[in-house]
């Protein structure tokens, strides 16, 4: 980017930040303040928002995956199914398998039930990119199969019949009934989450200065470490400041032993279990985006499949590599849908293909390849949660809501090719 | 020249190639010493490119053998010719657009911490000292390549090759973006490498460029070699004889390709 004259330009370049990103950031206040005011101020509540991120969780998890896929010039048209038939088959393990082996109620067997899940997922989407990327058969077509084998094959585990309930811990995924971690350690989870932002910010300052390398300005530092810390806490601050209705509190206090005083019980849920899990799995892969060999390979493929490859690195194994790192995230959010329902449905993340696609797309992350960020793709989801949620509170009807979501997506990837062309 | 009774530095020989019936390369020997300059001559679509991407590990010919430092050599992908010490810098460049310019310099060979990640500022730290040397007008090493000049773009390229310890080098059309300071650089550049005992390959469709870097030319007509020559004993018309008529001159060697008359 050339010289920016503007002083908002400027300021931006000094801190190094995604335009793009602070964009997106400013569309999504946007849409809940104004469906805010169309709702009469019920959208911006501490239960709604807590709401909207826990039923985006799921998508969330996926569209960090599906960034990876993208920007490899892929496209996975079976994560949805492919989390139908993982969340079939950990539900039978749960209800019918499990019990036996393990004994019913064990304390891992939630955790068995979740690995499982993750490493068929594995197995599934490695499948999938060893026939894209050894056979030949473009990814478009192997996941439209995918789609429908795997949605096919969600029916046949139980016969179409659901299965429910599930194991009371593996049910905390979910983010229901207990599956949020309550004030103090949403508050403590918080201040980690900010001594991290500070330090990965000095030692990346310590890091240019022993090459002696341009460094920010300082007030630039302290502006982005301001941010960060803004968005955190602000977090940590709307989950905590969420609370359990007063006969949900009383039990609560009554099996924690926890006196209830006159005036009744003021009890914050704190962060939800799948929320944290969504921002872990979203740090972990922007972490292996930026920081590993893989990441750096990933986009590399990306931008030029014939240079990467000339450069040696094994673009085949890359893509099944992918391909079994997107089932395994599948995995993961097919626990999280299946935790939160309570039950293994053969129909469960019919369609989620597509709110993960658009995710990721309306994210920036571009078709062409080469190109995209897991935070966009995480915020993505939460725009078309937003605006899912913001249109159930104005009442629209289902198929409504489906066409203004289809409009908003084409509009995001028009907005943004009209950006990257103003920006080359 | 000394370096003649040595045991060359890379033999290729009868290597041929086709894609879909066109005989890309058909028959071609050639061969490098250490501290020679070999220019590969030829008109557009003569077979250059093609010939030296199979000692570079890109295309898996149909025929031919590559023997290096008198030793035969298996040469499948990319990865193999490094280990060999074959360094290429593609006509095409073959940088990723979208990755800056250390990025693309260490692709596949990324330095790591001690943890294991990307060690991205040792890699801008080397990547600075390189093209110091290279181009010392760089100074876009955040962006990604894409927003570079064609010039610019070359010389990250040029710089991924020398900067492994290259024993042989491949520039197929190395300064064709540059500019004449650029230019004049990277003659100085092939000469030094030259001294440290280094053979070079320098592909060219243009005779001026090459003739007087080269210590000998290799010319290519239609897949086929027409003839090599010492750039000592030839004159660059009868090179250029060679290139457009593929009539070979009496002191050139000829080749399957020669015009006889
Ligand atoms: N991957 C490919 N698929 C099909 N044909 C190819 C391929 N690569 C090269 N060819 C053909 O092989 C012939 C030789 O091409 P090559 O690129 O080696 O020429 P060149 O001598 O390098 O030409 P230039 O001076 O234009 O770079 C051409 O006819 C070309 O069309
Ligand atoms: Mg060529």
């Known amino acids: 980017m050339e010289q920016k004259t503007s002083r908002i330009g400027r300021f931006l370049n000094a801190l190094e930040l995604d335009v793009r990103l602070l964009g997106m950031v400013l569309a999504l206040l946007a849409i809940w303040v104004v469906f805010d005011v169309l709702s009469g101020g019920s959208f911006i509540t501490p239960r709604n928002l807590f709401n909207i991120s826990i039923q985006s969780a799921s998508v969330m998890v996926m569209a960090t995956g599906m960034v990876f896929v993208i920007v490899t010039r892929n496209i996975d048209l079976s994560v949805g199914s492919i989390l139908g038939f ?37 197995l599934i989407g490695g499948l999938q990119g060893a026939i894209i990327a050894f056979l030949g058969v473009p990814a478009f077509i192997v996941t439209l199969g995918g789609l429908l084998v795997w949605r096919g094959a969600a029916w046949w585990v139980t016969s179409g019949q659901t299965v429910a309930p599930m194991d009371p811990t593996f049910r905390l995924i979910g ?17 980690i989450c900010c001594v991290l932002i500070i330090v990965s910010l000095v030692t990346g300052r310590q890091q240019r200065k022993r090459f002696d390398f341009p460094l920010r300005p300082m007030w630039a530092e302290f502006v982005l470490a301001g941010l960060g810390i803004t968005i955190v806490m602000g977090i ?44 872990g799995v979203a740090i972990v892969m922007t972490f292996v985006a ?34 079994s790192v997107m089932g395994m995230l599948c995995g993961l959010a097919s626990a999280i849908s299946t935790a939160r329902l309570n039950a293994s449905t053969n129909a469960t993340g019919t369609l989620d293909e597509l709110l993960v696609i658009a995710a990721a797309v ?53 907005i943004d090719i009209v950006y990257r062309r103003r920006a080359a | 020249m000394q370096t003649q009774q ?28 250490g501290g020679e300059v070999v220019a590969v001559l030829g008109h557009n679509g003569a077979g250059k490119s093609t010939l030296i991407k199979m000692l570079s590990g890109a295309y898996r010919g149909s025929r031919g053998d590559i023997k290096i430092h008198g030793e035969p050599a298996i040469i499948n992908t990319p990865h193999d010719a490094k280990r060999y010490g074959i360094e290429t810098i593609y006509q095409t460049l073959a940088l990723a657009d979208n990755i800056d310019a250390a990025g693309n310099l260490f692709l596949g060979r990324e330095l790591q911490t001690r943890w294991g990640t990307l060690d ?54 190395p300064t064709a973006a540059l500019g004449p300071q650029e230019t004049k650089q990277v003659s100085e550049l092939i000469l030094e490498l030259k001294k440290q005992g280094i053979g070079i390959f320098l592909i060219s469709h243009d005779i001026h460029d090459v003739f007087d870097l080269a210590d000998r030319v290799a010319v290519m007509k239609n897949g086929k070699l027409v003839g ?29 390709g020669a015009e006889v008359d």
Not at chain 2, 153 to 167: E, G, M, T
Request: hydrophobic share 50%; net charge neutral.
């Open chain 1, 86 to 122: 993982i969340g079939m088959l950990i539900g039978v393990m749960q209800v019918n398998l499990l019990p036996d082996l393990m004994g019913q109620g064990h304390i891992l067997l939630w955790l068995v039930a979740l690995l499982s899940g993750i490493v068929i997922g594995a």
């Open chain 1, 175 to 191: 983010g229901g009934n207990g599956g949020t971690i309550g004030y103090w350690p949403s508050l403590i989870v918080g201040i």
């Open chain 1, 236 to 279: 940590v601050g709307i989950a905590n400041s969420y609370y359990m209705p007063a006969r949900v509190a009383k039990r609560y206090a009554e099996a924690n032993g926890i006196a209830v005083p006159e005036e009744g019980l003021q009890i914050a849920y704190g962060l939800p279990i799948p929320v944290l899990i969504a921002i």
């Open chain 1, 290 to 323: 930026k920081r590993t060999r893989f990441g750096r390979y990933v986009f590399a493929q990306g931008g030029n499949p014939e240079a990467a490859e000339l450069s040696g690195i094994n673009t085949r194994m890359m893509t099944v590599a992918i391909f």
């Open chain 1, 362 to 414: 309306i994210g920036g992350t571009s078709l062409n390849g080469g190109v995209g960020t897991i935070v966009g793709a995480v915020l993505g989801a939460l725009v078309m949660q937003s605006l899912q949620s913001g249109m159930v509170l104005l009442g629209f009807d289902a198929p409504l809501q489906n066409m203004v979501v289809g409009v908003v997506l084409i509009l995001a990837v028009y």
């Open chain 2, 6 to 33: 040595n045991v060359p530095l890379v033999e290729m020989r009868d290597m041929a190639i086709s894609f879909g019936g066109i005989h890309a390369v058909d028959g071609v020997d050639v061969d490098l010493y």
């Open chain 2, 120 to 173: 991205d500022v040792a890699m801008e730290a080397e990547t600075r000292k390189v093209m110091k040397r290279l181009n010392p007008n760089f100074t876009r090493f955040r962006e990604p390549v894409k927003a570079l000049s064609g010039g610019q773009r070359q010389s990250v390229a040029i710089a991924r090759a020398v900067h492994f310890n290259a024993k042989i080098l491949i520039m197929d059309e």
């Open chain 2, 228 to 256: 090599s020559a010492r750039t000592s004993e030839v004159t660059k018309d009868e090179v250029l004889g060679m290139i457009i008529l593929g009539k070979v001159p009496e002191n050139a060697i000829p080749g399957p």
